[in-house]
């Protein structure tokens, strides 16, 4: 099946720093949904962007489908941004579920 | 309305019990999914549901076992509990994801086994 990676796995912010979450996976795929997870362990839908660029506030992402990764953009971080990043795919192949790479944690400090 | 709700939001239950999570999504998806998370945070899907048809199922014991009387609930059924089944497991929906379906979860189930 489908291997997703991301990177880094941990980062420390401090407030109003920017930052690049990365996400690698093997093979194509016909969906990229970023997730953040907040600290209450909540589940929310950031993007989804099978290939190109969308942007929503201070975030924004970019998938580069043809050199299999996505990039996940923060700005000006928030102590509120502070959880676990999830970048998920699904694969060409036909009954292949959403893959969930291993998150970023990240920490955003006052 | 909440969108994708999972109940109960925590259960303790003892080693060799049966019990069961539901789950409901009012957004009129086709397709619906059960995760686990464990305490490492990896999220690892268990099974998906498309128009109540199991399209995939993971290796997962049979112990475990999805029931989805109608398209808008996809319940979770675990027979005889054992303490590697403590995790969260959340519930989620999407539309046709190959179409574009943004998928949404539930706010996820607690289960401790004791």
């Known amino acids: 099946g489908i291997q997703v990676e991301q990177s880094p796995p941990d980062l420390i912010l401090q407030e109003g720093a920017n930052s690049t979450l990365r996400c690698n996976f093997s093979?194509?795929?016909?969906?990229l949904q970023w997730f953040h997870q907040n600290p209450w362990g909540q589940l929310i839908n950031l993007f989804y962007?099978?290939?190109g660029t969308k942007q929503n506030g201070r975030l924004s992402a970019t998938t580069v489908a043809t050199e299999r990764y996505s990039l996940l953009y923060i700005s000006s971080s928030q102590t509120t941004d502070s959880g676990v990043y999830f970048c998920?795919?699904?694969?060409?192949?036909?009954?292949?579920?959403?893959?969930f790479g291993p998150g970023t944690r990240l920490s955003v400090l006052p | 309305d909440t969108a994708v709700s999972q109940t109960p939001k925590y259960l303790v239950t003892q080693m060799g019990n049966d019990k069961s999570i539901k789950c409901e999504q009012n957004?009129?998806?086709?397709?619906m999914y059960w995760y686990k998370q464990d305490s490492k945070k990896f999220l690892k899907i268990m099974f998906s549901?498309?128009?109540?048809?199991?399209?995939i199922n993971e290796t997962v014991p049979n112990r475990f076992s999805p029931k989805s009387p109608d398209k808008a609930h996809l319940n979770l059924h675990i027979n005889s509990l054992e303490l590697g089944d403590s995790a969260v497991y959340f519930c989620?929906?999407?539309?046709?994801?190959?179409?574009?379906?943004?998928?949404?979860f539930g706010q996820g189930t607690r289960l401790t086994v004791v």
């Open positions: 989620a929906s999407s539309q046709d994801t190959r179409r574009g379906g943004k998928a949404f």
């Open positions: 093979d194509s795929v016909n969906n």
């Open positions: 962007i099978p290939s």
């Open positions: 998920a795919v699904e694969g060409m192949s036909y009954g292949q579920n959403f893959v």
């Open positions: 957004l009129g998806h086709d397709t």
């Open positions: 549901y498309n128009n109540k048809e199991l399209i």
